[in-house]
């Protein structure tokens, strides 16, 4: 399922290409400024302020090795090939298209990359940053112009833009407003209380913390301040979670957990979401609900529904219980095991809570 997953998405990239080159041309400069791919493998650039960019990622060809690439508007004046060295074969800047500037950066045969966790970060108003390999390569640096031109404070402008590239459609976050909002994450169980035991003696506690540590990860690039109600294996009642919740004064309250059929049965697999009360409650479940299911194709929706579980009668702000996937089911166990879905799903969790957040201001 993976597999073709990322098949359409390829396919989707292509077309979104496609499309791109029919766009009308625009008469100004190229918006890159400078660019540095440096030794520790990220990609740094400068661009004119509040640019737009575009950035793809496409698998080796028949033509040509693996492909990342970052369209800017404006027309590039001089197109030009460097070499690379290490893992970067070449650099390409070229124009694909009147009015517009393309930076492509292809790799060697043989390079690993795992473009599902690249981020496009917007540093600032002019500034970019991806990480595309890992240092065990060795490189040496390739660049252009200066890159580090800071406006104003670097800090207080950071505005972060995240972006999965290959993942576009369901990684593209939504923008919050920073260091406004507080989220308690809860990863449910720990310690002696492993919670679900699924297919192969998977345990619910350690996928809950693994993806609840990712969802804390991916809101605070986003500006928003989370607090895990644990952060490794400890015992932890639950009155104290949600009184940790309402003492912090959070703006909402996610517990995450992982599901066991009775009795074990392989064939039961699904996603279900609970609130105890209220429209706010309910609009998180629902935003949160939709994003998990985008990630998990095949597996069911078991729904939105009221639950009278403790930490989220008892917790005062908006409260959810994500139900991520059935550890005994035979689909879902076999997706929960792997890292590259857990990313996934916390990936959705996050988005469905910047979605809320979003909304609700
Ligand atoms: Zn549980």
């Known amino acids: 399922m993976i597999k073709f997953l990322d098949i359409k998405l390829f396919r989707y990239l292509s077309l979104f290409l496609f499309l791109n080159f029919s766009s009308l041309p625009v008469k100004s400069s190229s918006a890159l400024a400078a660019w540095a791919i440096n030794s520790n493998g990220v990609l740094e650039l400068r661009t004119k302020s509040n640019t737009k960019l575009k950035a793809y990622f496409q698998k080796s060809n028949q033509i040509s090795g693996d492909r990342f690439w970052v369209d800017f508007p404006g027309e590039l004046k001089n197109p030009r090939t460097i070499k690379g060295n290490g893992p970067i074969k070449e650099v390409r800047l070229g124009k694909p298209n009147k009015g517009k500037t393309r930076l492509v950066i292809e790799f060697e045969e043989k390079t690993y990359l795992k473009p599902l966790t690249w981020r496009l970060v917007g540093l600032d108003q002019n500034r970019w940053r991806i990480k595309l390999f890992d240092p065990?390569?060795?490189?040496?640096?390739?660049?252009?112009?200066?890159?580090?031109?800071?406006?104003?404070?670097?800090?207080?402008?950071?505005?972060?833009?995240?972006?999965?590239?290959?993942?576009?459609?369901?990684?593209?976050?939504?923008?919050?407003?920073?260091?406004?909002?507080?989220?308690?994450?809860?990863?449910?169980?720990?310690?002696?209380?492993?919670?679900?035991?699924?297919?192969?003696?998977?345990?619910?506690?350690?996928?809950?913390?693994?993806?609840?540590?990712?969802?804390?990860?991916?809101?605070?690039?986003?500006?928003?301040?989370?607090?895990?109600?644990?952060?490794?294996e400890v015992d932890l009642d639950l009155p104290p979670r949600v009184s940790f919740a309402n003492?912090?004064?959070?703006?909402?309250?996610?517990?995450?957990?992982?599901?066991?059929?009775?009795?074990?049965?392989?064939?039961?697999?699904?996603?279900?979401?609970?609130?105890?009360?209220?429209?706010?409650?309910?609009?998180?479940?629902?935003?949160?609900?939709?994003?998990?299911?985008?990630?998990?194709?095949?597996?069911?929706?078991?729904?939105?529904?009221?639950?009278?579980?403790?930490?989220?009668?008892?917790?005062?702000?908006?409260?959810?219980?994500?139900?991520?996937?059935?550890?005994?089911?035979?689909?879902?166990?076999?997706?929960?095991?792997?890292?590259?879905?857990?990313?996934?799903?916390?990936?959705?969790?996050?988005?469905?809570?910047?979605e809320y957040l979003y909304i609700i201001t």
């Open 247 to 354: 003492n912090t004064n959070a703006d909402i309250f996610v517990s995450i957990h992982a599901n066991a059929s009775r009795g074990k049965r392989r064939d039961i697999n699904g996603l279900e979401t609970f609130y105890y009360r209220g429209w706010k409650g309910r609009l998180l479940a629902k935003k949160i609900q939709k994003q998990i299911l985008r990630v998990s194709p095949g597996s069911p929706d078991r729904g939105v529904k009221q639950g009278r579980f403790y930490v989220i009668k008892n917790t005062k702000m908006p409260a959810v219980l994500v139900e991520i996937g059935f550890l005994t089911g035979r689909l879902d166990a076999r997706r929960l095991e792997k890292t590259t879905h857990r990313k996934r799903l916390a990936y959705a969790i996050a988005k469905g809570i910047l």
């Open 136 to 232: 065990k390569y060795t490189f040496k640096k390739i660049s252009e112009g200066q890159v580090v031109r800071r406006i104003g404070n670097f800090e207080k402008n950071q505005k972060l833009i995240y972006q999965n590239k290959r993942a576009k459609d369901y990684f593209k976050l939504p923008v919050v407003k920073q260091n406004k909002f507080s989220v308690v994450i809860d990863p449910g169980h720990g310690g002696p209380d492993p919670g679900a035991i699924g297919i192969g003696g998977i345990r619910e506690t350690d996928v809950v913390l693994e993806v609840s540590k990712i969802v804390k990860k991916l809101l605070s690039e986003r500006g928003v301040k989370v607090r895990l109600t644990r952060r490794n």
